[in-house]
């Protein structure tokens, strides 16, 4: 190796975690990517014998000032710098037939959620999809996902924010209890750009969501929140992974999920890559994971990688565990019911979350979504 | 448990090897068919610990090693004998009928 091949290779990650690849081998099982995914239940996503041909419904509600349209494969208005994450996004790339695009053009503030329903009515075939969101300069806009019904799904998400706007954008994966659904957000923020990506996983069999930031330009600002709730024999896995490529950019990630019944499983992979030139970070990230029953099992890995010291801060922090007996007790003390009282402190975990949410409306229902989970608690509790 | 359980046919007595394993899924569930002296066992397929096949692991003292990380699980109580895993793995009821192999598997 000559010595202007190693300069250039000096600005490169150590790790290979996230090399991106023009083909994908058929995961095994063993590869630090899918080390924690019970690969026997992706029915074959992540394989060549997929049984294809089952279709979701996309359906959108799009709000005044914004743009929603379909796109056939190969749409050349629809070029895109997409690269596949792994193996499914990749099957899934190369097998969606139709691209949903949602547009918030330059200069144009919507404060109205634009709605996009995923509904799957059979999990018996796999189906595929794409989805572009774009936020033209300067634009503001609210962009919600709503995944329901029953499915196989793989698909891609590609956000694009451009130089000086906003974005937020939530994915609700509030499937039936049968779904499989994996798939790959991918952001990129222009300069100055700022994005709010959410993610609320409650429903499906196995869920496994990968959404990740790259800058284009300096100045970017990226929040990413999210909330799950595991129960018995759910799987639930997000793996995040922040690219700081460029200088004085801004990262905060904040995940908290609860886990209750035999096998429920969570999965939480932080991944956040400085690299030499991302002078000016600061990016902090953060897991909370509360186990409420015995068996059930949360996986959380943080992982930082700093290539260079000059930046103004990096940092992570993870936590599972269950319920702090002196928080019931203090409570217990002042009268309230062991119930009511566990109930009080898990509205609170996930409580301080979703109020950074930034779409009241939205809000509510989750809100309401965790009281029911919380409801079930209680039940199975009593059932004890 | 109290449900009856049906025995279904795993495999033939000659294909599990002896000292050894053999990796099946029935009704999709995946099942290790081990022999270890002379006697033949049936546990789940997959580490407690991570998702790996008990079935590509040694067998020695009456236990089945993971070859992840070298938890071993006893063949007769699906108990870890030592960590990481610290769950037991289920394990199945095994009867022989000629040259046959048949397992039987909670009703799911």
């Given at each position: 190796?000559?010595?202007?091949?190693?300069?250039?290779?000096?600005?490169?990650?150590?790790?290979?975690?996230?090399?991106?690849?023009?083909?994908?081998?058929?995961?095994?099982g063993r590869?630090?990517?899918?080390?924690?995914?019970?690969?026997?239940?992706?029915?074959?996503?992540?394989?060549?014998?997929?049984?294809?041909?089952?279709?979701?419904?996309?359906?959108?509600?799009?709000?005044?000032?914004?743009?929603?349209?379909?796109?056939?494969?190969?749409?050349?208005?629809?070029?895109?710098?997409?690269?596949?994450?792994?193996?499914?996004?990749?099957?899934?790339?190369?097998?969606?037939?139709?691209?949903?695009?949602?547009?918030?053009?330059?200069?144009?503030?919507?404060?109205?959620?634009?709605?996009?329903?995923?509904?799957?009515?059979?999990?018996?075939?796999?189906?595929?999809?794409?989805?572009?969101?774009?936020?033209?300069?300067?634009?503001?806009?609210?962009?919600?996902?709503?995944?329901?019904?029953?499915?196989?799904?793989?698909?891609?998400?590609?956000?694009?924010?451009?130089?000086?706007?906003?974005?937020?954008?939530?994915?609700?994966?509030?499937?039936?209890?049968?779904?499989?659904?994996?798939?790959?957000?991918?952001?990129?923020?222009?300069?100055?750009?700022?994005?709010?990506?959410?993610?609320?996983?409650?429903?499906?069999?196995?869920?496994?969501?990968?959404?990740?930031?790259?800058?284009?330009?300096?100045?970017?600002?990226?929040?990413?929140?999210?909330?799950?709730?595991?129960?018995?024999?759910?799987?639930?896995?997000?793996?995040?992974?922040?690219?700081?490529?460029?200088?004085?950019?801004?990262?905060?990630?904040?995940?908290?999920?609860?886990?209750?019944?035999?096998?429920?499983?969570?999965?939480?992979?932080?991944?956040?890559?400085?690299?030499?030139?991302?002078?000016?970070?600061?990016?902090?990230?953060?897991?909370?994971?509360?186990?409420?029953?015995?068996?059930?099992?949360?996986?959380?890995?943080?992982?930082?990688?700093?290539?260079?010291?000059?930046?103004?801060?990096?940092?992570?922090?993870?936590?599972?565990?269950?319920?702090?007996?002196?928080?019931?007790?203090?409570?217990?003390?002042?009268?309230?019911?062991?119930?009511?009282?566990?109930?009080?402190?898990?509205?609170?975990?996930?409580?301080?979350?979703?109020?950074?949410?930034?779409?009241?409306?939205?809000?509510?229902?989750?809100?309401?979504?965790?009281?029911?989970?919380?409801?079930?608690?209680?039940?199975?509790?009593?059932?004890? | 448990?109290?449900?009856?359980?049906?025995?279904?046919?795993?495999?033939?007595?000659?294909?599990?090897?002896?000292?050894?394993?053999?990796?099946?899924?029935?009704?999709?569930?995946?099942?290790?068919?081990?022999?270890?002296?002379?006697?033949?066992?049936?546990?789940?397929?997959v580490c407690?610990h991570e998702e790996v096949p008990l079935?590509e692991g040694?067998?020695?003292?009456?236990?089945?090693?993971c070859w992840l990380h070298?938890?071993?699980?006893?063949?007769?109580?699906?108990?870890?004998?030592?960590?990481?895993?610290?769950?037991?793995?289920?394990?199945?009821?095994?009867?022989?009928?000629?040259?046959?192999?048949?397992?039987?598997?909670?009703?799911?």
């Amino acid at each position: 190796m000559t010595a202007v091949q190693g300069a250039v290779e000096a600005t490169a990650p150590v790790s290979r975690l996230h090399a991106h690849q023009a083909e994908f081998g058929v995961p095994t099982g063993r590869e630090e990517q899918w080390r924690f995914t019970p690969l026997r239940r992706l029915r074959g996503l992540h394989s060549a014998d997929v049984t294809r041909g089952a279709k979701v419904t996309v359906g959108i509600s799009v709000a005044p000032g914004v743009t929603a349209e379909l796109a056939q494969r190969g749409d050349p208005r629809h070029r895109t710098a997409f690269e596949p994450g792994d193996r499914v996004s990749a099957q899934a790339f190369n097998s969606y037939e139709e691209a949903t695009v949602v547009t918030v053009p330059r200069d144009t503030e919507v404060t109205t959620p634009t709605v996009i329903t995923v509904r799957g009515d059979d999990s018996s075939g796999a189906a595929f999809g794409h989805t572009v969101i774009r936020a033209g300069e300067n634009a503001r806009g609210v962009v919600v996902v709503d995944h329901q019904g029953s499915a196989t799904y793989a698909d891609n998400l590609e956000i694009v924010v451009g130089d000086g706007a906003a974005l937020t954008l939530v994915s609700l994966q509030d499937w039936a209890g049968d779904a499989v659904h994996l798939s790959h957000h991918q952001a990129s923020l222009g300069r100055d750009a700022r994005l709010q990506h959410a993610v609320v996983s409650l429903g499906g069999d196995l869920v496994r969501i990968a959404p990740s930031v790259r800058y284009a330009g300096p100045g970017g600002d990226a929040e990413l929140l999210g909330v799950y709730f595991a129960d018995a024999g759910q799987h639930l896995e997000h793996r995040l992974f922040v690219d700081h490529a460029q200088p004085d950019c801004r990262s905060r990630v904040d995940y908290k999920g609860a886990l209750q019944g035999a096998s429920a499983h969570t999965v939480w992979i932080g991944d956040v890559l400085i690299r030499p030139e991302a002078t000016g970070t600061d990016t902090y990230e953060r897991n909370r994971n509360l186990l409420l029953t015995d068996g059930a099992r949360a996986d959380s890995v943080p992982n930082l990688e700093i290539l260079t010291g000059e930046v103004v801060g990096a940092g992570h922090a993870s936590a599972s565990g269950r319920l702090e007996d002196h928080h019931l007790f203090y409570l217990m003390a002042r009268g309230i019911p062991m119930e009511e009282a566990r109930r009080l402190v898990i509205r609170g975990f996930f409580g301080e979350l979703i109020a950074r949410i930034a779409v009241p409306d939205l809000r509510d229902r989750i809100a309401a979504a965790v009281e029911a989970e919380l409801a079930k608690t209680t039940t199975a509790g009593a059932a004890a | 448990m109290s449900e009856t359980q049906e025995f279904v046919r795993a495999c033939a007595l000659a294909d599990v090897p002896d000292e050894g394993a053999l990796g099946l899924e029935i009704g999709g569930l995946p099942v290790a068919v081990v022999r270890a002296g002379g006697e033949v066992f049936a546990l789940s397929d997959v580490c407690s610990h991570e998702e790996v096949p008990l079935s590509e692991g040694e067998i020695y003292d009456h236990t089945v090693e993971c070859w992840l990380h070298g938890s071993c699980f006893d063949l007769r109580t699906g108990a870890p004998t030592g960590p990481p895993a610290t769950e037991p793995v289920p394990v199945y009821p095994v009867k022989i009928e000629g040259a046959d192999v048949y397992v039987a598997l909670p009703a799911s």
